[in-house]
């Protein structure tokens, strides 16, 4: 979910996907894309602090992908980067003192 909770972002395992909705103001969901995790079954998705960057935890494929997050309406694309680590599960993002 995004910082304005106006944005929410699901990993798709077994379609090796993030499903992106918008949040209507009466609380249901608008879809609006399904894109490629550029992994095998992502298990965890986590946004920076600034609500930036989406990472997307890939546990089969054994890496980290990141994504741009428009700041207008949400949508994903692909920052053409993979961190090898070994089955990724969980990420924490803490802020800078």
Do not use: C
Request: net charge negative; proline share 5%; aromatic share 10%.
């Amino acid at each position: 979910m995004s910082n304005d909770g106006k944005q929410l972002y699901v990993a798709n395992r077994l379609h090796n996907s993030i499903a992106h909705f918008t949040v209507l103001a009466d609380g249901s969901l608008s879809h609006q894309e399904d894109i490629w995790t550029r992994g095998d079954y992502p298990r965890t998705l986590t946004l920076d602090n600034q609500g930036q960057w989406l990472y997307v935890m890939n546990q089969r494929s054994d890496n980290i992908t990141r994504f741009s997050v428009a700041p207008k309406d949400g949508k994903l694309t692909f920052a053409s980067d993979y961190t090898p680590v070994g089955s990724p599960s969980q990420m924490v993002i803490s802020a800078q003192p």
